[in-house]
């Protein structure tokens, strides 16, 4: 079974939205959860992460537009994504992580992602 089963990529046009959802095999309400991205010939990198409290943070790259979310009962982690730029184009994967002295540290797993893909 997938630890982490990403979901809502697609194709859209630049200005467009998506919202991308990651069901979790176990629960979550312990942990910080990050969503990282990976662009073509570039290394992943973390957009969002939200910590077990709540407390949220962005890269600067999608701060204003994207928005993380979670709901612990439903072991889902949400990103809604809005006015898309075609360098908003990657792969999407969620991470299980910890929060600690300010900062995400993600762990190990991963998923299969879901692509995004912004172009006109």
């Known amino acids: 079974q997938e630890r982490f089963v990403e979901s809502g990529g697609g194709l859209v046009h630049p200005g467009g939205s998506l919202r991308l959802s990651c069901v979790v095999s176990?629960?979550?309400?312990?942990?910080?959860m990050g969503w990282y991205r990976q662009a073509p010939g570039k290394e992943r990198e973390l957009g969002a992460y939200?910590?077990?409290?709540?407390?949220?943070d962005y890269a600067d790259s999608v701060k204003g537009r994207f928005t993380i979310s979670r709901d612990d009962a439903e072991k889902t982690v949400y990103l809604q994504m809005n006015s898309l730029k075609p360098e908003d184009t990657a792969v999407y994967y969620c991470?299980?992580?910890?929060?600690?002295?300010?900062?995400?540290?993600?762990?190990?797993?991963w998923g299969q992602g879901t692509p995004v893909t912004v172009s006109s």
């Open positions: 991470n299980q992580g910890i929060y600690s002295s300010g900062t995400y540290h993600g762990g190990d797993y």
């Open positions: 176990e629960s979550i309400s312990l942990y910080a």
């Open positions: 939200i910590s077990n409290g709540g407390r949220k």
